[in-house]
């Protein structure tokens, strides 16, 4: 049992009393008898600063349906899975000054059957100031999103690349091939906290060919908007060693707001594009892309009761170039982006000669092709 030894029976007896009364308010509740599965453990899988990512573990040759994370007496956190597992991951945050650190858990089978209680877990509060020894890390992996961009629309799906440098040094590993687990982690905006929002995927990775950890979030409903950075573990004989954390990746959730229209007009004898959002958003910044391009040619910010953007024709290196607009506005303290219009292609030429055989200077004619 993981707890402090000193005055180990009040611990002793503190901590059977809890358990017993955890037991009999679940017995109530779900009418159960008494409990024909074994306990499971609970230990610490993964920890970064004030989160921890708690594993609850079944004895082999059992699976379970439902998982419960209890803290004390009270229970945080449940997981209902489709099929059994042999264990459920828990994300949460330890708090300086919070006199209930002790977690427990339990699982359900397929048949309704209950297991006893974990053994408590005490987590302990990682003191700043506390003067501990360097543990050697890895080399922090490379972390890529496809799309590229990281802008995405609701239902879409993003693909997280964890990479794993090549090779990694022989002086920290004495196997050529080891077993590593990924992990994807989300900065949750304005708090600041980090927290594991994906399982990790076990793969074995060789010194000569690394394989990276792939993960794949969605479809998108809104929440995966953020920063995300990614680690590996790897198993050493003195315990799991994590690495250090790699580059940071940002993600956009597009709300969905009405896709403008991108025109060419003339206004006495200048082209100029002409992009036209939603009425209902006004005082928007508005967009110019080439299309395939990630970054805009131009930006302008229409006046606050103005819904369209007015774009000089931009100059091209090519006979032909396509181009779309597109819009954002601050909702709810969030960006939020429309669609992309439709791509507005023109090419470029020289009009037909006068009857003198003279052509006018700096004059171009555009075909447009939508």
């Known amino acids: 049992m993981q707890v402090i030894s000193d005055e180990r029976s009040l611990w002793m007896y503190t901590l059977l009393f809890t358990s017993l009364q ?12 008494s409990p024909s599965l074994p306990a499971p453990k609970l230990d610490i899988h993964l920890r970064t600063g004030d989160s921890v990512v708690l594993i609850c573990e079944v004895p082999g040759g059992y699976t379970g349906v439902q998982f419960m994370l209890f803290q004390y007496k009270d229970k945080v956190d449940s997981q209902e899975l489709l099929s059994g597992a042999q264990h459920a991951l828990f994300n949460i945050r330890v708090k300086e000054g919070d006199p209930h650190e002790l977690f427990c858990c339990l699982y359900k089978d397929q048949q309704n059957r209950y ?66 687990s990924f992990f ?16 990790p995927q076990a793969s074995l990775v060789s010194n000569t060919k690394p394989q990276p950890g792939v993960f794949n979030v969605g479809p998108v409903t809104g ?23 790699s580059n940071t990746v940002q993600v956009t959730i597009i709300d969905m707001l009405p896709a403008p229209t991108l ?20 005082g928007a910044e508005f967009s110019l892309y080439q299309a395939d391009n990630d970054l805009p040619v131009a930006r302008h910010y229409a006046k606050w009761f103005h819904h369209k953007a007015v774009f000089p024709v ?10 779309q607009c597109q819009y954002s506005v601050l909702l709810r303290g969030e960006w939020s982006y429309s669609e992309r219009s439709y791509p507005l292609a023109l090419t470029g ?12 200077l700096c004059h171009m004619w555009f075909f447009i092709y939508c």
Request: charged share 15%; proline share 11%.
């Open 223 to 245: 929440g995966e908007g953020g920063e995300y950075t990614c680690i590996y573990q790897i198993t050493k004989k003195r315990g799991l060693v994590n690495s250090t954390v």
């Open 314 to 323: 931009p100059v091209q290196d090519t006979s032909v170039a396509s181009y």
């Open 263 to 282: 025109v060419l007009q003339q206004h006495t004898e200048v082209w100029h594009l002409l992009c036209v959002g939603s009425p209902a958003y006004p």
């Open 115 to 180: 297991s006893m209680f974990s053994p408590y877990l005490r987590i302990e509060i990682l003191k700043a100031a506390t003067p501990t020894r360097s543990i050697p890390s890895f080399p922090p992996p490379s972390l890529s999103v496809e799309p590229s961009a990281g802008v995405v629309k609701r239902g879409d799906t993003l693909s997280f690349s964890c990479s794993v440098p090549a090779p990694i040094p022989q002086s920290q590993s004495s196997s050529k091939n080891k077993q590593v």
């Open 22 to 33: 955890l037991w009999a308010r679940l017995s109530a509740s779900t009418s159960t008898s």
């Open 184 to 199: 994807l982690l989300k900065t949750t905006k304005g708090t600041g906290t980090t927290s594991i929002i994906h399982q």
């Open 349 to 360: 030429g020289v009009p037909p000669p006068t009857s003198t055989g003279s052509m006018p």
